[in-house]
Antibody, heavy 122, light 111 residues
Framework: EVQLVESGGGLVKPGESLRLSCAASGFSRLGFTDFYMTWVRQAPGKGLEWVGHIKNIRDGGTTEYAAPVKGRFTISRDESKDTLYLQMTSLKSEDTAVYYC??????????WGQGALVTVSS | QSVLTQPPSVSGAPGQRVTISCTGSSSNIGAIYHVHWYQQVPGTAPKLLIFDDSNRPSGVPDRFSGSKSGTSASLAITGLQAEDEADYYCQSYDRSLTASVFGTGTKVTVL
């Protein structure tokens, strides 16, 4: 059973930076290197919002981001550690959310982590 | 904001059938992209419920079914059970935004 475990969440002030990690394990037929990996966030009491994704290495390992975070957030992956990262800079109060790490398979998200809470407040 | 529109809430008695609509446009659902559905029980992570319009992952009861037509999609729950009380989200890809997009979400209440 695939397991995704996010870490690194916390309370930061506006303008500060934070890095989330997502450790993946339990792969069988398809491994971490086969999947696109995605970050999805959910503000308190709100719906789901796609943040961005990173393609697998075979497809170039390139990234795409949602407009609200483009230029401020960077997604990366470490194949040697089966770990996904989300580097967040210039954080704003509207970035306050639970951030979920997911595997992406042909445009849908089939495995989800438990989420990491990021609170941006002065 | 979300480009896929869902009703805020639907409700039904145990055993009844409820449906949730998901309305998009020609740049997402109406294009070549499939619709997927997720169930989120409050306080937990979302879970994939339906993929590629109408397919259920292993372990999802056949009470859940999905369909798509034109620029809209639907999720149906037949034989509603208390454990189905949750938030449901549709999701697709938007070629104009070059981004995955989620629906606004629907809260299902079992009366």
């Amino acid at each position: 059973e695939v397991q995704l475990v996010e870490s690194g969440g916390g309370l930061v002030k506006p303008g500060e930076s934070l890095r989330l990690s997502c450790a993946a394990s339990g792969f069988s037929r398809l491994g971490f290197t086969d999947f696109y990996m995605t970050w999805v966030r959910q503000a308190p009491g709100k719906g789901l919002e796609w943040v961005g994704h990173i393609k697998n290495i075979r497809d170039g390992g390139t990234t795409e981001y949602a407009a609200p975070v483009k230029g401020r957030f960077t997604i990366s992956r470490d194949e040697s550690k089966d770990t996904l990262y989300l580097q967040m800079t210039s954080l704003k109060s509207e970035d306050t959310a639970v951030y979920y790490c997911t595997t992406e398979y042909f445009y849908y998200f089939n495995h989800w982590g438990q989420g990491a809470l990021v609170t941006v407040s002065s | 904001q979300s480009v896929l529109t869902q009703p805020p809430s639907v409700s039904g008695a145990p055993g009844q059938r409820v449906t949730i609509s998901c309305t998009g446009s020609s740049s997402n659902i109406g294009a070549i992209y499939h619709v997927h559905w997720y169930q989120q029980v409050p306080g937990t992570a979302p879970k994939l419920l339906i993929f590629d319009d109408s397919n259920r992952p292993s372990g999802v009861p056949d009470r859940f079914s999905g369909s798509k037509s034109g620029t809209s999609a639907s999720l149906a729950i037949t034989g509603l059970q208390a454990e189905d009380e949750a938030d449901y989200y549709c999701q697709s890809y938007d070629r104009s935004l070059t981004a995955s997009v989620f629906g606004t979400g629907t809260k299902v209440t079992v009366l």
